[in-house]
């Protein structure tokens, strides 16, 4: 998708990053819709015409660099993204670019005899290292001889934001900018492949010159510390896990790196707690859990409740994983609840992943087999080993790009609540109201027989953080409804939604939640934008989260949206996670 996505050249990136939205959207209502995609059709076209210079760029790097194209290693001249040159990765990530990059810069300093220290800097993505601006000649040096090994780029920063254009170390500009710059971003670009998921300087290393005054080195920018430090400050080694939110500390151990005492130290806002992930899925093409549904009849009060679409599944869940993977490194622990199903492809012997039965958090068997998924959130938080704190998933709802443990919680326990401009409906309960509709109005006249407010607002289809013991006391404080619902095999009208909804004011009420924002986009499969819209999704990747649904396929077009989506998909998340079994595994 990314070779013949037309929102993804760069002149039409350009054009959303120089025109005001207002002003584009005025222009999308006076071009006609065909028109405006042939001008993008065009525009691709044209940028097409630069592969010629990428394969001479390509050329080059080869005598460059001719020890980067043997033992599977190999570079990509890269269209639209300045003339750099990417090291292809076949497991590319965010985590493991930052880290290669950390360590890139690290080697190079102590080689060289470089004195240095790690510094937590404003963002958990990039790594930052002090330096004493006497030393800036040396550090001039390590730079140039980076450039023997392989393409490393430099941008000079002013604060956070990067300035200019990335240029290659070594180069003229290169050296230009490390005698001159106050602030260096260092780092190498990575790509897939494919060429779908290409990763540069936004996880780079930042190298700061620290200037001397008085005995002590002043910071050329602010940090999450310190603005200042005495010269002969001592040294203590910590590993990297310490100095960022971002590092996946279940996995494996992370490398040690020098810093300062007052780096190294536990900050306020740290999450130290572990958050797990829970999934629910359900395959609605297998013929043993269709059987069972069909033995219940037709199944919900509601023509939404009983739609087939609702039970689709288009491999959602592996590139969700996927998404979790590349984007929340710092996860602990998966849990993927079913009703006796499972994929095909999935690796169900990792050891961070468990796979729990319906059975398993369902006291009586004789509210299973259930089909609603009200019931089965309503037991979540009975999961044998759940974390305190986790966060919950549906299999269409995924990570858009790098995120953080404190997006989601606050390091006092709390939980983040993202609500939507999306209102529940303010008439009485009606027979003909929506499932979500209905939940969402008995959630409301609990919270209000209890806290005489008002729930207004839905919230948005993305991932929930929660607290188990939280469930746990709304299970207890509105027992005859949380029962009712758990027994409730179809969706009813009688349903409390409690991960989606109810826990979250609940949460709020009592004082552990806040509202906050998500960076969120909805995508509804059976909307005749969608097409465009994942182009542009797929363009941008500037979302946190978002989810695509879809709530009113008649079944007549499931082929077309299934090749669709796995085409957008694909192309976003090229690097399978490691709950996936191996190719010659599924075969």
């Not at 800097?121 to 790594?127: E, V």
């Not at 920063?157 to 170390?169: D, F, I, K, M, T």
């Amino acid at each position: 998708m990314s070779m013949s996505n037309p929102e993804a050249s760069a002149a039409v990136g350009a054009y959303r990053r120089l025109v005001p939205a207002r002003l584009r959207r005025r222009v999308a209502r006076g071009v006609p819709v065909r028109l405006r995609a042939l001008i993008k059709h065009v525009l691709r076209r044209l940028h097409a015409l630069g592969a010629g210079a990428r394969f001479f760029r390509g050329v080059r790097a080869r005598r460059r660099w001719p020890h980067l194209f043997g033992g599977g290693e190999r570079l990509a001249a890269l269209a639209g993204h300045g003339g750099r040159i990417a090291l292809v990765r076949p497991t590319v990530s965010p985590l493991g670019l930052r880290e290669a990059n950390l360590e890139l810069v690290v080697t190079a300093l102590e080689e060289a005899g470089v004195d240095y220290f790690a510094v937590r800097g404003a963002t958990d993505y990039r790594s930052c290292l002090a330096v004493a601006a006497s030393q800036r000649d040396q550090v001039v040096q390590v730079l140039a001889r980076l450039s023997e090994q392989s393409p490393v780029y430099l941008r000079a920063c002013r604060g956070e934001a990067a300035q200019g254009r990335a240029v290659l170390c070594g180069s003229g500009p290169g050296r230009h900018l490390a005698r001159e710059a106050a602030v260096l971003r260092v780092g190498m670009v990575w790509s897939d492949p494919a060429g779908s998921l290409v990763l540069g300087l936004e996880y780079g290393c930042d190298l700061e010159f620290w200037q001397p005054q008085e005995g002590r080195l002043i910071a050329p920018r602010p940090n999450r510390v310190t603005e200042d430090v005495a010269v002969d400050a001592p040294r203590v080694t910590v590993p990297v896990s310490l100095l960022t939110g971002f590092a996946a500390l279940h996995t494996r151990r992370t490398r040690a790196v020098r810093t300062i005492r007052p780096c190294a130290e536990p900050l306020p806002e740290d999450v130290r707690f572990p958050i797990d992930v829970v999934y629910t899925w359900v395959d609605g093409s297998d013929p043993a859990w269709q059987e069972r549904r069909a033995a219940y009849g037709t199944g919900g009060y509601h023509t939404e409740a009983a739609n087939a679409a609702r039970y689709i599944s288009r491999d959602e869940l592996r590139y969700s994983l996927r998404a979790l993977e590349q984007n929340a490194p710092w996860v602990r622990h998966v849990y993927l609840v079913t009703d006796r199903q499972r994929p095909g492809w999935l690796n169900d012997s990792h050891p961070r992943l468990t796979v729990v039965d319906h059975s398993e958090i369902f006291d009586d068997p004789a509210a299973l087999p259930t089909f609603n998924s009200h019931a089965i959130e309503s037991r979540l938080h009975h999961i044998k080993g759940l974390a305190e704190h986790f966060l919950y998933f549906n299999d269409d709802m995924f990570l858009g790009r790098p995120v953080v443990p404190q997006d989601f919680f606050l390091s006092n326990g709390m939980t983040r609540t993202f609500f939507s401009p999306s209102q529940v409906p303010r008439w009485d309960l009606t027979p003909l109201d929506r499932p979500v509709d209905a939940a969402g109005k008995n959630n409301r006249r609990l919270l209000m027989e209890r806290f005489g407010t008002a729930l207004v607002q839905k919230l948005r289809h993305a991932p929930y953080a929660l607290r188990r013991s939280v469930l746990q006391e709304i299970e207890q404080t509105y027992a005859e409804e949380h029962l009712r619902t758990s027994y409730s095999r179809f969706r009813s009208a009688t349903d409390i939604s409690i991960p989606s909804s109810l826990y979250h004011y609940y949460a709020y009420l009592t004082g552990r939640a806040v509202p906050s924002q998500v960076s969120f986009a909805y995508l509804d499969l059976a909307k005749p934008e969608i097409q465009r819209r994942l182009g542009i999704l797929l363009a941008r990747r500037d979302r946190q989260a978002f989810c695509i649904n879809d709530t009113l396929s008649d079944g007549h077009d499931v082929a077309r949206q299934t090749a669709m989506l796995g085409t957008f998909l694909r192309a976003y998340y090229p690097v399978p996670s490691p709950f996936e079994r191996k190719e010659r595994e599924v075969r």
